[in-house]
């Protein structure tokens, strides 16, 4: 994934979230794509049973959650179905693009906000993390990656966070209610599957699900006995400071439920390197440059867009 993402918005939007030191998610229940959400259950085991099949015996533990997955049908559908809640905010991997401008920065008078994705991901908590940063997957075979290589990262964070360097007793592990895990890892890309006539956007999305998060916790304090160890209540904590915990209201064409991601811990120019001004915008550089100065952001550079149209 790109280090770099775009963030195409308004003016207003950019002074909100210079000013507040905060991105704004708001509900999936409101987006542009009426199918958003509409990768089913059947069709992931399709995916999924293709990647057992080719990796299951070099990584076993992959079989593992199948069988899980199969002798417990019921209950895997019905964790996999469990309700959810996702707020997010979108980027793009494209950087000054025309047709950005013209859909997200209100007729080209807005601003494009570049985002250093790994410091904005460094916010997150490394095992219970509360939102994810993805791209989304436009056709199958980028969704069976994005899959199986979930499940690897998953499977070394269970290894390194148990201490436990036998992978006998790691799948041990996972055939006490196995099919939980395999549908945490459909919930994961539930939000980042997308019909392949919008891959123009080459979307990159920040998504967090208050359903999920609370359906983690209960689940972490169920295991924490079994894994020796204890981070439930540290997630708690941060979750709350995040800002993520509180649900608030916008109103655009229509009123909206939101979220905010507060981003003052790192409020830096690492977090935003630069900020493009829209070809239509009669923004002042050096009035922008003084006030995002101001706000702390001190070597972020601030450029024009390229883009020549009248």
């Known amino acids: 994934m790109e280090k770099i993402a775009y963030h195409y918005t308004t003016i207003n939007g950019f002074y909100s979230i210079v000013k507040d030191k905060r991105l704004l998610l708001t509900s999936l229940r409101n987006m542009n794509d009426p199918s958003e959400g509409g990768y089913s259950v059947d069709t992931f085991m399709v995916d999924y049973k293709e990647i057992e099949s080719q990796y299951g015996s070099k990584y076993p533990f992959l079989t593992i959650l199948k069988e899980q997955a199969e002798q417990h049908q019921e209950e895997f559908k019905e964790v996999c179905n469990m309700p959810t809640e996702p707020y997010s905010t979108c980027f793009s991997r494209k950087r000054d693009s025309l047709?950005?401008?013209e859909r997200y920065s209100q007729g080209m008078t807005g601003i494009c906000i570049g985002f250093d994705l790994d410091v904005l991901y460094s916010i997150n908590?490394?095992?219970l993390e509360a939102f994810s940063i993805k791209e989304i997957s436009y056709d199958k075979e980028s969704r069976k990656n994005r899959i199986f290589e979930g499940l690897k990262k998953?499977?070394?964070?269970?290894?390194q966070n148990t201490k436990e360097p036998d992978d006998n007793k790691i799948c041990d592990i996972l055939k006490i209610k196995g099919y939980t895990h395999l549908a945490a890892t459909y919930q994961s890309i539930l939000?980042?599957?997308?019909?392949?006539?919008?891959n123009e956007?080459?979307?990159i999305r920040l998504l967090y699900d208050?359903?999920?998060w609370h359906n983690k916790i209960r689940l972490f304090k169920q295991i924490e006995d079994t894994w020796k160890i204890k981070?439930?209540?540290k997630a708690e904590q941060w979750h709350d400071l995040s800002g993520l915990a509180n649900k608030e209201f916008v109103i655009f064409s229509t009123i909206r439920s939101c979220r905010y991601l507060n981003l003052d811990e790192d409020w830096t120019s690492k977090l935003i390197p630069e900020i493009i001004i829209g070809p239509f915008s009669r923004q002042n550089s050096s009035e922008l440059n003084d006030f995002i100065v101001d706000s702390g952001l001190k070597e972020t550079k601030v450029l024009k867009s390229e883009i020549k149209i009248r």
């Open 99 to 101: 047709s950005h401008w």
């Open 125 to 127: 908590l490394p095992m």
């Open 154 to 159: 998953y499977y070394e964070q269970i290894k």
């Open 191 to 198: 939000y980042f599957v997308k019909e392949n006539y919008w």
């Open 201 to 203: 956007e080459a979307e």
């Open 210 to 212: 208050d359903c999920s």
């Open 231 to 233: 981070i439930t209540d």
